[in-house]
């Protein structure tokens, strides 16, 4: 060590020598009864005590230079480390600690993540187990296994290093990292990072590597699918390609060591996003099996498509024949084809529901398209008809979000009253999340009730609660408060609470009664069929919603003898749409069936070349009130929303109120303009795409995918200083926005990560100026981990981490401990000081209590000297010079060891 062995962790704490001119003051003036040499000692052991004292706040520590080593082994668990793998992790860890001598070793076993740091060497060992016992290979669905984070456990290990020992980190891995930047790491951490390669996993593997398809065809347009086999030993297998569900291939190949590719002609018709995946099966040796299967996404370019949803799809197939008249693909599907994948809905560039209840979608497919059109600029239209919007129980719902117009509306004075009676199980099995539920709901459903509208609530377990009185509903936030003093317990006994909502409508005066009951459970024995029947003869109509493990049976008996509607909630999330849908139905007041013109509120370029004025008359539509933001195009005579749209994220949204079928449109269907209304209307709100001039390229790497955009002007120049966005929504519907880099002419390029299995969908806007010049979207797919890839050690990377940080590359185990680096062990002294200080102490405080005048070395201070004659005050003599003298004498025997 050079330069000074001490140093002061608080050196903060010196400020308190500022007072030490003040104590030294104090001192003096405390032993100024003392003899001279006496003073002296003391104030310089009272100095002393002061000095040691500061020197222990501030931390005083002496610095020693030693050599020994703390030394963490890194050691690579994930799953592509084998038997023989492990059984090289122990044997060089067993030599390891045969070496260590004084220096100490840790362990962090890391694969997809980083573990914990421990000294335990036996559960540092990989827990690979060998091939031949089959049972001990690790399963694929063992997450923490499926990654290799290099990175992350050099961090994690960094930081556990202590000080006053030479650190080290060693790396028992394959080199081959699935995540995050090993080298960089390395060198940040500023410690000498050692690496000991390993052998990648040797037993019999095959895998499909890639699938490799152009990014765009034209539609009908050839191209090959070419699907890369890698083996590490040679065999045979059936190879099998299909096109979503489909297959369109499947032919026995021989493979070899090394890389296999084969070539399938394929073409993509009426599809715009066709996804290919490729599996192998029947091999005649293989190990895992999670890397048998790939998949890669062609996008095709021709003729836009729309999806159209139809509660009757042979009701809605004149649309889609106008549309097609006018070179707009459209396809038809009934409500259980209502996509729930982005994969699914990036074939088309508009989605449209024709008279579909929410109560026929789930949550995750509203989601879905409300993702499509939020961020991937797609188009969405809602249709009118008897379970659209209102009537159909968008109140509140994801979709009614997106819309242009509410599902909410102020009732005509015109419209008959309603008298409603939530019944609500509130037994113990609806604790939690199922009674929140239903309170969410009965307070949605009180909210659409109108001002002339009355509504009671009640509740049962064993017994019945009336949680609001029938009353006015116009007290919407008394009612609501009164919901939410419902809490979850007890039995089921509902037939009680039917009687009494019985009693409370009969006593009523409203035109309109109906009853909706919730439960979960199997109530205790009634006459629910006959009473059902009694409600209905009194013209109250009952609908019943079952949910968990509630009696189906006796539920869809009560709805058919009340002469309502029957719901199962497989999903309990639909329980809000359910009780919004049987509100609005059940008031008879969302919709207008009396024949009326369009009326046109706004004019824009979608009604240009058709002759509104002739059009014929439309039977009925449903009642909404548009948005403050929207676009009312068409309205009705009454001044209703008829034609509306607004843009809603990247996408656009459409609302029409009526119909395009034979109920409310019948007329219609035989008008000329009837075709190019339409088509109008849907290239106004469907996904606007450009993709001449951009070409744009995925290529997989650790952990990620690097897009590379290339673009050119219409005039065939490099567009430089272009700002390019990404859009990308990952398996989990997550949105995350990446500006791509400008690195060359016309280029621009960014890494994505990629860690979730599954479809990417990325949509990409290139602008200029403020201003939009291109559109395309892309999509690719991620299949199984890369820590199941065929790969051999990456020796360079390992190599290179290495020279670095200073470490050695595949050392023996004794030369990690050769070292001529020192460290500095810091030993606190405040111990001894504060000790030494003490023991000052003690001594000072004997020398302010004894009187060591009668005691060498003090007694000869004290020497008597020669009498002097002398007069008192009052001029009498003092005597003679021994008399004082021996009565000082006196008094100092007797006062030898006895304190002031």
Same mark, same amino acid.
């Given at each position: 060590m050079t330069g000074f062995p001490f140093e002061l962790t608080r050196p903060w704490a010196l400020i308190f020598l500022i007072a030490v001119p003040v104590l030294v003051y104090y001192f003096v003036w405390s032993l100024s009864d003392f003899p001279r040499r006496q003073r002296i000692i003391s104030l310089l052991i009272r100095s002393t005590i002061v000095l040691l004292v500061i020197l222990s706040l501030a931390g005083l520590t002496l610095l020693r230079d030693v050599h020994d080593q703390y030394v963490i082994f890194l050691v690579d668990d994930s799953l592509s480390v084998d038997k023989d793998g492990a059984a090289r992790v122990e044997s060089f860890l067993e030599e390891a600690d045969k070496a260590k001598g004084a220096n100490r070793l840790a362990y962090l076993n890391f694969a997809k993540s980083p573990g914990d740091v421990h000294e335990d060497r036996v559960s540092a060992v990989p827990s690979t187990e060998p091939a031949s016992n089959a049972s001990a290979i690790p399963p694929a669905t063992d997450d923490f296994r499926q990654g290799t984070n290099i990175a992350a456990a050099v961090e994690s290990a960094a930081g556990f290093l202590p000080p006053g020992y030479v650190p080290q980190l060693v790396i028992l891995t394959d080199g081959n990292q699935t995540a995050g930047d090993a080298l960089q790491a390395a060198v940040r951490s500023g410690v000498p990072v050692s690496t000991i390669p390993l052998p990648t996993r040797s037993d019999p593997e095959v895998q499909v590597s890639e699938v490799r398809v152009p990014a765009e065809v034209r539609e009908g347009e050839p191209f090959n699918v070419?699907?890369?086999?890698?083996?590490?030993?040679?065999?045979?297998?059936?190879?099998?390609?299909?096109?979503?569900?489909?297959?369109?291939i499947g032919e026995r190949k021989a493979l070899k060591k090394g890389e296999n590719t084969f070539r399938?002609? /394929?073409?993509? #018709?009426?599809?715009? =996003?066709?996804?290919?995946? $490729?599996?192998?099966?029947?091999? %005649?040796?293989?190990?895992?099996?999670?890397?048998?299967?790939?998949?890669?996404?062609?996008f095709t370019a021709g003729k836009p498509r729309v999806l159209?949803?139809?509660?009757?799809?042979?009701?809605?197939?004149?649309?889609?024949?106008?549309?097609?008249?006018?070179?707009?693909?459209?396809?038809?599907?009934?409500?259980?084809?209502?996509?729930?994948?982005?994969?699914?809905? /990036?074939?088309? #560039?508009?989605?449209? =529901?024709?008279?579909?209840? $929410?109560?026929?979608?789930?949550? %995750?497919?509203?989601?879905?398209?409300?993702?499509?059109?939020?961020?991937l600029g797609g188009g969405f239209m809602m249709l009118g008809g008897e379970q659209s919007f209102g009537l159909g129980g968008y109140y509140k719902s994801t979709l009614e979000e997106i819309l242009p117009v509410r599902s909410d509306f102020e009732k005509e004075k015109e419209k008959p009253s309603l008298g409603m009676v939530l019944i609500i199980d509130k037994s113990g099995s609806m604790s939690g999340e199922p009674i929140e539920i239903a309170k969410s709901a009965a307070r949605s459903a009180v909210e659409l009730l109108g001002r002339r509208d009355q509504c009671a609530v009640l509740a049962f377990d064993g017994d019945t609660y009336v949680i609001s009185e029938m009353q006015s509903a116009s007290n919407k936030g008394k009612i609501s408060d009164e919901i939410g003093q419902i809490e979850a317990g007890g039995g089921t006994t509902m037939y009680p609470a039917m009687e009494q909502a019985f009693e409370i409508l009969q006593s009523t005066p409203a035109k309109l009664k109906h009853v909706i009951i919730l439960t979960d459970g199997v109530s205790n024995p009634g006459d629910f069929a006959g009473l059902a029947q009694q409600m209905s003869?009194?013209?109250?109509?009952?609908?019943?919603?079952?949910?968990?493990?509630?009696?189906?049976?006796?539920?869809?008996?009560?709805?058919r003898e009340g002469k309502g509607r029957y719901y199962l909630a497989e999903d309990i999330s639909t329980i809000p749409q359910i009780f919004a849908k049987e509100t609005v139905t059940a008031s008879k007041s969302a919709i207008d069936e009396q024949p009326f013109i369009p009326q046109i509120v706004r004019k824009s370029h979608a009604l240009s070349g058709i002759d509104m004025d002739s059009a014929p008359f439309l039977l009925g539509y449903v009642i909404t009130r548009p948005k403050p933001t929207s676009e009312v195009i068409?309205?009705?005579?009454?001044?209703?929303?008829?034609?509306?749209?607004?843009?809603?994220?990247?996408?656009?949204?459409?609302?029409?109120?009526?119909?395009?079928?034979s109920r409310w449109a019948a007329e219609w269907l035989t008008w000329p303009g009837y075709g190019k209304f339409w088509t109008q209307v849907v290239r106004q709100a469907m996904r606007k795409g450009d993709a001449r001039g951009i070409q744009v390229a995925l290529a997989r790497n650790d952990g990620g995918t690097e897009v590379a955009l290339d673009a050119v002007d219409t005039l065939g120049r490099f567009l430089n200083d272009a700002q390019v966005e990404m859009t990308v929504i990952d398996p989990q519907l997550k949105r995350t926005a990446v500006q791509l880099a400008h690195t060359a002419p016309g280029r621009y390029v960014e890494t994505i990560p990629t860690p979730l299995t599954g479809a990417y969908h990325l949509e990409i806007n290139v602008k200029q100026n403020g201003q939009s010049l291109y559109r395309q979207s892309r999509g690719l797919t991620i299949g199984y981990s890369d820590e199941l890839r065929i790969k051999p050690t990456n020796?360079?990377?390992?190599?290179?981490?290495?020279?670095?940080?200073?470490?050695?590359?595949?050392?023996?185990?004794?030369?990690?401990?050769?070292?001529?680096?020192?460290?500095?062990?810091?030993?606190?002294?405040?111990?001894?000081?504060?000790?030494?200080?003490?023991?000052?102490?003690?001594?000072?405080?004997?020398?302010?209590?004894?009187?060591?005048?009668?005691?060498?070395?003090?007694?000869?201070?004290?020497?008597?000297?020669?009498?002097?004659?002398?007069?008192?005050?009052?001029?009498?003599?003092?005597?003679?010079?021994?008399?004082?003298?021996?009565?000082?004498?006196?008094?100092?025997?007797?006062?030898?060891?006895?304190?002031?």
């Open positions: 070419e699907v890369v086999v890698h083996s590490n030993h040679d065999d045979e297998g059936l190879i099998e390609v299909y096109r979503g569900d489909h297959k369109v399938f002609q /394929q073409s993509v #018709e009426r599809e715009r =996003l066709a996804a290919y995946a $490729a599996r192998i099966s029947d091999l %005649k040796s293989d190990t895992l099996l999670d890397n048998n299967s790939e998949s890669g996404l062609v159209i949803i139809e509660s009757d799809p042979n009701l809605i197939r004149e649309l889609a024949f106008a549309l097609e008249d006018e070179g707009i693909q459209a396809d038809i599907r009934p409500p259980q084809g209502m996509p729930d994948s982005l994969a699914d809905l /990036q074939n088309y #560039e508009l989605l449209a =529901l024709s008279n579909v209840p $929410a109560t026929a979608l789930s949550q %995750k497919q509203m989601d879905v398209a409300r993702t499509f059109v939020q961020e003869a009194s013209k109250i109509t009952v609908s019943t919603v079952a949910m968990g493990g509630a009696d189906t049976t006796l539920l869809e008996e009560i709805a068409l309205a009705t005579e009454k001044g209703d929303p008829l034609l509306a749209w607004w843009r809603y994220g990247l996408g656009m949204t459409v609302a029409f109120t009526s119909d395009a079928k020796e360079p990377l390992l190599q290179e981490i290495a020279k670095a940080t200073g470490g050695q590359y595949a050392p023996a185990a004794t030369d990690l401990f050769r070292t001529t680096r020192t460290a500095s062990r810091p030993t606190p002294l405040w111990q001894p000081l504060l000790t030494a200080a003490l023991l000052l102490f003690v001594l000072d405080v004997a020398l302010r209590r004894i009187d060591f005048t009668l005691h060498w070395p003090f007694a000869t201070l004290r020497k008597p000297s020669r009498p002097q004659p002398a007069s008192g005050t009052n001029g009498a003599p003092r005597g003679t010079a021994s008399e004082p003298m021996a009565s000082r004498y006196d008094k100092a025997r007797s006062t030898v060891g006895s304190f002031d």
